[in-house]
């Protein structure tokens, strides 16, 4: 990639079931076989407050809805210092499943919904979490995975049984949304559509990731 006296640092966002997961891994692979040293990672972390956020997804412990995004920015800060900041200072490129668009987009429809926050509204959240994202690293790329709602659902329910928090039909419809207005305001952002083959989604990100920074 261009400019390898730091790394660049790429996202990969969408709804549940939109297969970033997925994407992160064939963008690693395909990386390395150009040569790159490339770290893959994934937001919640595995550290202690990662750990935490996947339990309150869950509901094994429960925590109120401001809370919760509070603890994904510690675990944004911890992340970014222990690992992003460092890797990308050696030259190597990031590539994340998950950031910050994950917190605005589900934390607004969260906050929302809730009956203690839901007064001040869907837009005043929008704003609080995005300001206070606003200090985080901005990454050179996001691309986010365009899914329905209805088949993001199928394919949450064809992969699980256990529910999590955010994956009812009603709030990946907000969700969806949520990541078109993101797209819409955010930098360094590329819309691509995740109802097609695994294989497409990834040529498409491949052309991208080449238009980008290959050039």
Not at 133 to 160: G, M
Request: net charge negative.
């Amino acid at each position: 990639m261009q400019d390898q006296s730091n790394g660049k640092f790429i996202v990969i966002e969408g709804p549940d079931g939109a297969g970033s997961s997925t994407q992160i891994e064939y963008l690693g692979t395909y990386l390395k076989e150009k040569g790159e040293n490339v770290l893959v990672t994934k937001e919640p972390t595995n550290n202690l407050v990662g750990g935490l956020i996947r339990g309150a997804l869950t509901g094994e412990w429960k925590i109120g809805e401001y809370g919760l995004q509070l603890l994904f920015c510690a675990d944004r800060e911890h992340h970014l210092d222990r690992e992003i900041n460092p890797t990308l200072a050696k030259g190597w490129n990031v590539l994340t499943d998950r950031y910050l668009a994950s917190t605005v987009v589900f934390g607004s429809v969260s906050l929302e919904r809730s009956e203690r926050y839901s007064a001040k509204g869907y837009d005043h959240w929008w704003r609080l979490l995005m300001e206070l994202n606003a200090p985080f690293r901005t990454p050179d790329l996001t691309i986010i995975l365009d899914l329905p709602a209805q088949e993001s659902l199928r394919r949450i329910n064809r992969r699980s049984t256990q529910t999590e928090l955010f994956e009812i039909e009603s709030v990946l419809e907000r969700v969806a949304l949520g990541y078109e207005r993101f797209a819409q305001e955010y930098k360094n952002v590329v819309v691509i559509n995740a109802e097609r083959k695994r294989q497409e989604i990834f040529e498409d990100i491949k052309k991208t990731i080449e238009e980008r920074f290959y050039k």
